[in-house]
């Protein structure tokens, strides 16, 4: 007698609803699905704080079903910080785009990690400041053309050089894990749901400040079609951004 197949919902437990107002194509609603997931699988459900930045992904809280903390731009570690600090019998993480993490709120991150907070910060980096029109951030890479770099793309002597903001937070030793991951390839994604196990696990046991950056699609900021954004990854971030784990437990 064959096995009964087992029906499997298309929809994590802790998504509310599979509607969202993002662009076709956007990496952002797969990375939160992976982040989602994870914290069922580790049976995190009841204990999980979120603290949400500004971006487009700041339409998720209204559509997840954990406690949502929203900060203002650039602040959500302070804010996770003082959740965490009250509450640390809780799984607390930052929920970030490169343009709030990176170019609004860098000394929050780097002070974080300086102190060793014990939460989980996650950078979803798509090199431009998706909710305000796709200016450029301190992440686009050079050559990228974004609303304020139309003519010439991103030119270090006019714009300056990427910050590699993974990597200045593995040199950081309150920093315990720091990993970079993408949502363009399957291969990506379970490369990602591992390194975002590893990253809150980290925290689960104590260890100190976990960080993980995820690369996501944004085709509409990019001017190329959703179905050519993998291509764009692989040929315009993965060079500046690797993915690959730069810090982890001894």
Known sequence: MSTPLKKVSAKPELLLSTQHHLCPGCGEPLAMRTILE??????MRDRTICVCGIGCYTAFPGIIDVDVLQA??????S???GAKRVLPD????????DGDMVSEGLQEI???AARAEKFTAVLLNNGVFGETGGHMTTTSVLGQRTKTTMDTGRVAEKHGYPIKIADLLAQVDGAVYVARGAMHTPSAIAWTRRILTEAFRAQLEGKGFSFVEILTMCPT?????PSETPDWIEQNFTGTYPLKILKAPA
């Open 90 to 97: 809780r799984f607390v993480f930052t929920l970030q785009g």
């Open 79 to 81: 804010v996770a910080t």
């Open 38 to 43: 994870i914290i069922t699988e580790l049976g």
């Open 221 to 225: 900021d990019w001017y190329v079609e």
């Open 110 to 112: 780097v002070h974080s």
């Open 72 to 77: 203002l731009h650039g602040r959500a570690p």
